[in-house]
């Protein structure tokens, strides 16, 4: 795609994003899986084959952590950014500790700060649990803040929380899809899975051009994302193919989870991947911080990605190429060093298929 055809592109006369309709998120109970699994697994994967999006109750996580792991994440956030810029990676990678917007290696595109961090502290503490040797090629030490001084140990709890929810998701897909259970616990045993808070606020000049998203749209480029959301001003909306951009209301009490880029190549698409943004206020009165908290679920770096033989109807063919868990943390990096930005990406995307408009 040449530079030309994303420039006009840019030309399309777009629907106000401020003017879209609520989407249709469907709302599981993940409790119910141990008294209905067949039922839930199927309202799963049609609302995963369909929307790309569900609401999950019944996942566990108490209410009481949910609140302390927002309120310390949040007052991280307000220390002041010489202070937070301390905790930045040293060494560009994105996936563990602080980041802001900017430009160059290691800052968000996107209008967000962020706080990121993998399942260990240390490299060695994940060789010693079986990770592969090579591990810390893409995860590092962890860089966790001064203050507040329960920062990490918040964190490590409300992580092991998400986590739990991830593994009963995965056995909820296998049955939705048809494949043995135990079918996907090979692929994930080691997974470099990373806990991630995003806040969205108006007091860091980030040098960008004036835009109404704070994170343009795309899709994820994992499993799939565990995502709990504030009520603060703006919107994550998702595009829902055929019918456009709709606003994904928060449902308190529910986690979003949204298919991402590998379990789309899995499936060959019979999960759909769908792309998403995060939408400014439109009223400058209403500008105060939002919050997001997303737990991006990855395989391991020897997992095979494509798409699963047993999913292929009779004729089907193979829509991807198959990546390892590694190669495509590598892919990842890669566009991050090269300045990869997602409004991009969609453009291309968007001017092939204008179902995505």
């Known amino acids: ?179 043995a259970d135990g079918w996907f616990a090979p692929h994930v045993k080691f997974s470099p899975s990373t806990l991630a808070a995003n806040y969205y606020s108006n007091d860091i000049d980030s040098g960008h051009e004036p835009s109404p998203f704070r994170f343009p749209a795309h899709t994820d480029e994992d499993i799939f994302t565990i995502l709990y959301q504030d009520e603060g001003p703006g919107s994550l909306q998702l595009h829902q193919r055929g019918e456009g951009w709709r606003n994904v209301v928060p449902v308190p009490g529910t986690f979003v989870v949204n298919i991402g880029e590998l379990m789309a190549r899995w499936t060959n698409d019979k999960l759909r991947a769908t792309p998403h943004r995060v939408l400014a206020p439109k009223n400058p009165a209403e500008e105060r911080p939002r919050m997001s908290a997303p737990f991006f679920f990855k395989p391991d770096l020897d997992a095979v990605i494509g798409p699963i033989p047993e999913l292929l109807d009779a004729g089907e063919e193979p829509r991807y190429e198959t990546y390892t868990g590694r190669g495509w943390l590598r892919r990842a990096q890669e566009n991050i060093d090269s300045g990869y930005d997602t409004s991009k990406q969609f453009a291309e995307r968007e001017a092939a298929d204008p179902t995505l408009r």
């Not at 049609?46 to 949910?66: N, P, Q, Y």
């Not at 301390?86 to 968000?108: E, I, M």
């Not at 706080?115 to 490299?123: C, I, L, P, Q, R």
């Not at 329960?150 to 048809?178: K, Q, V």
């Open 1 to 179: 795609m040449t530079n030309n055809a994303v420039t006009n592109n840019a030309a399309i006369d777009r629907p106000d994003p401020y003017a879209v309709p609520d989407a249709e998120v469907p709302i599981v109970d993940l409790s119910t899986f141990d008294t209905d699994p067949d039922g839930l697994s199927k309202a799963l994967c049609d609302a995963c084959a369909t929307v790309g999006f569900v609401s999950v109750a019944g996942h566990g996580v108490d209410a009481d952590l949910i609140q302390r792991f927002f309120a310390i994440s949040e007052e991280f956030f307000r220390l002041p950014l010489e202070e937070k810029l301390k905790f930045r990676s040293p060494n560009d990678l994105l996936f563990q500790g602080y980041a802001c917007p900017g430009t160059g290696p290691g800052f968000h595109t996107s209008e967000r700060q962020s706080f990121n961090v993998f399942k260990f502290d240390t490299v060695a503490d994940a060789i010693a649990n079986g990770y592969p040797a090579d591990v810390g090629a893409v995860f590092y030490d962890a860089i966790w803040p001064e203050r507040p001084a329960e920062f990490p140990a918040i964190w490590r709890e409300y992580y092991a929380a998400i986590e739990h929810i991830a593994s009963r998701l995965l056995r909820a897909f296998e049955r939705g899809l048809g494949l």
